[in-house]
């Protein structure tokens, strides 16, 4: 799981902006994910993308966008629309198949 | 979709106990089971894992066992160690081909020297 990075580390949001999470991996994986963490709750799946340009929405993919144009990069917009964005978010990647999923540092959204 | 759930959510034991945490899955079709560790602010880490076709894995005081008919699977941790106190998450890859992963809750395990 080294091979995946997630920045920045800590992230301060202010109200009505946008803010991207950027995660990356070098290990060749085809499959990138992001998830929410709560306290007291397990991971919640955002979006999730099996190969480049192309992706599919988790349980909650409303008020957060993604994009990917490289394999190796799975960046995450928090947009305006997410009115309750304080969370740890971790970006996970794996090959296709019977793969488990490695996770990158995550990243601890704030809003101030 | 898939829906799994841990339980306990919270669990002492005493150091050289044993320690048994149960998730139960609603997916017949799953058929991958990773559990992770989680240190506080940390990235969950791979422990151990199991697949559909096998019914129990160990890995020296890890094991995982796997009950298809009652779509259950469970940690065990022997000889726990204070080390061993973190939160455990279970997961299921589900059946489809959006190699989508479901998580538990998690399970806070303290461990008392």
């Known amino acids: 799981d080294g091979g995946i990075t997630q920045s920045p580390k800590y992230l301060f949001r202010k109200e009505g902006q946008n803010v991207t999470l950027s995660c990356e991996q070098n290990?060749?994986?085809?499959?990138m994910y992001w998830y929410r963490q709560d306290p007291g709750q397990g991971l919640r799946l955002i979006y999730y993308?099996?190969?480049?340009?192309?992706?599919q929405k988790g349980d909650i993919a409303e008020g957060y966008s993604v994009s990917r144009e490289k394999k190796e990069s799975f960046p995450l917009t928090v947009t305006s629309a997410q009115k309750n964005p304080t969370a740890f978010y971790l970006c996970?990647?794996?090959?296709?198949?019977?793969?488990?999923?490695?996770f990158g540092p995550g990243t601890r959204l704030l809003v101030l | 979709g898939e829906n799994v759930e841990q339980h306990p959510s919270t669990l002492s034991v005493q150091e050289g106990d044993s320690a048994v945490i149960k998730c139960t899955y609603s997916?017949?079709?799953?058929?991958?089971f990773p559990w992770y560790k989680q240190e506080l602010g940390k990235r969950p880490q791979l422990i151990i894992d199991?697949?559909?076709?096998?019914g129990e894995k160990k890995d020296q005081r890890i094991a995982v066992t796997l009950n298809k008919t009652a779509k259950h699977f469970s940690l065990h941790i022997t000889e726990t160690q204070p080390e061993d106190s973190a939160v455990y998450l279970c997961?299921?890859?589900?059946?489809?081909?959006?190699?989508?992963?479901?998580f538990g809750t998690g399970t806070s395990l303290t461990v008392i020297p």
């Open positions: 996970a990647s794996s090959r296709l198949g019977l793969e488990t999923q490695y």
């Open positions: 290990l060749n994986h085809d499959a």
């Open positions: 993308s099996q190969i480049v340009n192309d992706f």
């Open positions: 997916d017949s079709a799953s058929n991958y």
């Open positions: 199991i697949r559909s076709n096998v």
């Open positions: 997961a299921a890859r589900g059946g489809g081909t959006g190699n989508q992963f479901y």
